[in-house]
């Protein structure tokens, strides 16, 4: 018996935008990895981006927020209780709606059929799953294309049914020299079925500073350079653009310089005194900053605000009028 061939001519095929989560670096439907070295701040970004997005708060350099969306994370490596749930409570997300499919009777794979069932029954618009190596399943070497790919099929199968965004947060290997595509724990096949791929890393004169860099992005332009601070004493903080390539990045060599961060140094200059409102936001148009990036870098110093008689006032941390 002959097996029935269906051909389909593309005229019959309507055309669809690509829809997104992140413009242009998470798209709906797809499959986004992140990437970098142990300790970089993978999760740390992905927990702050998870934070807005519970919020309906803009994700960086978005003029506008959404609705508040359901997100399902997934860890393999951090307790959702001693970890997870403090660093999102940290980072101001609202955990009811930041979900988790249990594994206490079962571990969790990704072509497992509860991550389609839990995306329909929360209508998530965000799935993790941190880190990818631990939900490939006993029984798969990552290192062969001929298993990573049928997995990694039905996994953007499972995408594109749902228009669920899906992210795969990476491990690299130790190899030095080589490019950002060879530096991925595993086959090459999880870079080649992603449609976006971003790096995180940073620099070794600016250790607290880490840039998430755009390394392959297959529906749109590549996007800007993100930077963001990450330490003990006042956590994570979103720094804006930067100039800084993927290959600055892998190589840990440059200087990363942001509107924000020009900001705070103006912000530091400036507050030896307490200055009014109008003479800040002088400045920044001096400086070419805008209005929002004004407010993230107040925000990020904890500079405060007092009013004397009819005129606002910006004071130093902790400063008195």
């Not at 055309?15 to 142990?38: F, N």
């Not at 297959?218 to 800007?224: D, I, T, V």
């Amino acid at each position: 018996m002959r097996n029935e061939c269906k051909i389909i001519a593309m005229s019959d095929i309507a055309a669809e935008e690509v829809r997104w989560l992140w413009y242009p670096y998470i798209p709906y439907g797809k499959v986004t990895i992140i990437q970098g070295d142990p300790g970089e701040g993978k999760t740390s970004f992905v927990l702050a981006m998870i934070a807005l997005l519970t919020r309906g708060e803009p994700l960086p350099e978005e003029a506008a927020g959404g609705e508040p969306v359901n997100v399902i994370y997934q860890s393999a490596e951090d307790g959702l209780a001693d970890t997870i749930k403090p660093r999102l409570e940290r980072s101001g997300a609202d955990c009811s709606k930041v979900l988790v499919i249990d594994e206490s009777q079962k571990d969790l794979t990704l072509c497992d059929a509860r991550l389609e069932q839990a995306i329909l029954e929360t209508g998530a618009r965000l799935i993790v799953l941190d880190p990818m190596q631990a939900y490939l399943g006993d029984q798969v070497d990552m290192h062969r294309a001929n298993e990573i790919r049928p997995m990694f099929k039905r996994l953007c199968r499972m995408a594109e049914r749902t228009g669920c965004a899906v992210i795969l947060i990476g491990h690299m290997n130790k190899a030095q020299g080589l490019k950002a595509s060879y530096r991925g724990l595993g086959s090459i096949d999880f870079r080649a079925a992603a449609r976006s791929v971003l790096l995180v890393g940073r620099m070794k004169d600016s250790p607290d500073i880490r840039v998430v860099a755009h390394d392959k992005s297959s529906l749109a332009p590549e996007g800007r350079s993100i930077a963001f601070a990450l330490d003990a004493e006042n956590g994570f903080q979103w720094k804006g653009f930067c100039d800084t390539t993927v290959n600055e990045l892998l190589a840990g060599e440059g200087t990363v310089q942001t509107k924000t961060m020009r900001m705070e140094e103006a912000l530091k200059t400036m507050l030896t005194k307490p200055v009014s409102v109008e003479e800040v936001f002088r400045r920044a148009k001096e400086l070419g900053i805008s209005e929002r990036t004004v407010n993230i870098a107040k925000k990020n110093l904890g500079v405060g605000s007092v009013k004397s008689g009819n005129q606002w006032y910006w004071t130093a941390p902790g400063a008195r009028m």
